[in-house]
Nanobody
Framework: QVQLVESGGGLVQAGGSLRLSCAAS????????MGWYRQTPGKQRELVAT???????NYADSVKGRFTISRDNAKKTVYLQMNSLVPEDTALYYC??????????WGQGTQVTVSS
């Protein structure tokens, strides 16, 4: 079973930056899309950003220009660089890998808290 291990969350003041990382627990092949999602209590999980195997990216409107998603295929790792953070970015952030054959893996979540 593949596990996704996230790191990089924490507490930061508004205007600050954080970098999230998510790596597969073992060597795997066939990762198609990597992505980041977030969820706050009482709300549905929402897409933050995705990056396809070819490098094309997609961002939620609320994070465009502030967040950057990237991937290292050799390390089976996806990153999310978050700049100019605002309190509304406070959430539990999850990474997701979608394999070429459709199997989906989720991370356990890492908390990001932005203080005003």
């Amino acid at each position: 079973q593949v596990q996704l291990v996230e790191s990089g969350g924490g507490l930061v003041q508004a205007g600050g930056s954080l970098r999230l990382s998510c790596a597969a627990s073992r060597s795997i092949f066939g990762i198609n899309t990597m992505g980041w999602y977030r969820q706050t209590p009482g709300k549905q999980r929402e897409l933050v950003a995705t990056i396809a195997s070819g490098g094309s990216t997609n961002y939620a409107d609320s994070v465009k220009g502030r967040f950057t998603i990237s991937r290292d295929n050799a390390k089976k790792t996806v990153y999310l660089q978050m700049n100019s953070l605002v309190p509304e970015d406070t959430a539990l952030y999850y990474c997701k890998f979608v394999m070429d054959w459709g199997t989906t893996y989720w991370g356990q979540g890492t908390q990001v808290t932005v203080s005003s």
